[in-house]
């Protein structure tokens, strides 16, 4: 089975900054890789899928990238509305494992 | 419009017996994988597994294997997790979500149901 490795575990950024959470595959995945995002007490919500293909309606300044074992997760300019754990999974074959998650907060 | 609307909040004791719902609409629902995934209190998503309900093609995750049953209904295009004696540990949130892409190639999960509290407590 792949292992999804995500780091850091939390960040905490202010607003307007650059964030990058990065998220390791165990095994080369291609690009087989998508992004969600819940807020607290909600439900997970698509951001990004096959690596780097933002989904319909997701904000411009989230961005993906990444090829293999590696990828990331971009957020250009940090807003209030983007605090949220996020999460990568795998989605090349059976299990399709989650990484551990990333907790964004605001400074 | 895709819909999935799972069945309501459980409190159930140690020992018995549980199946939650996942009834989907707006689509055909023998041409998609769907699946179940859970998260504990306080703890990241889990996948469970997921089902093809046109041929009832279902994949485990190999820690939950042989805890949990995963099932469908095509005349009702419902989906279910149950469990046949549940412990303390299955407490948690669960939802279910659908592939978004159509066959049996592997999708990333979009749409998400509102997801189910299972709560069991002595």
């Known amino acids: ?107 | 419009e895709v819909q999935l609307v799972q069945s309501g909040a459980e409190v159930k004791k140690p020992g018995e017996s549980l199946k939650i719902s996942c009834k989907a609409s707006g689509y055909t629902f023998t041409s998609y994988w769907i699946g179940w995934v859970r998260q504990m209190p306080g703890k990241g998503l889990e996948w469970m597994g997921i089902i093809y309900p046109g041929d009832s093609d279902t994949r485990y995750s190999p820690s939950l294997q042989g805890q949990v049953t995963i099932s469908a209904d095509k005349s009702t295009t419902t989906a279910y997790l149950q469990w046949s004696s549940l412990k303390a540990s299955d407490t948690a949130m669960y939802y279910c979500a659908r592939h978004s892409g159509s066959g049996k190639y592997a999708h990333w999960f979009d749409p998400w149901g509102q997801g189910t509290l299972v709560t069991v407590s002595s």
């Open chain 1, 1 to 107: 089975d792949i292992q999804m490795t995500q780091s850091p575990s939390s960040l905490s950024a202010s607003v307007g900054d650059r964030v990058t959470i990065t998220c390791r595959a165990s095994q080369g995945i291609s690009n087989y890789l998508a992004w969600y995002q819940q807020k607290p007490g909600k439900v997970p919500k698509l951001l990004i899928y096959a690596a780097s293909t933002l989904q319909s309606g997701v904000p411009s300044r989230f961005s993906g990238s990444g090829s293999g074992t590696d990828f990331t997760l971009t957020i250009s300019s940090l807003q209030p509305e983007d605090v949220a754990t996020y999460y990568c999974q795998e989605y090349i074959s059976a299990p399709l494992t989650f990484g551990g998650g990333t907790k964004v907060e605001i400074k």
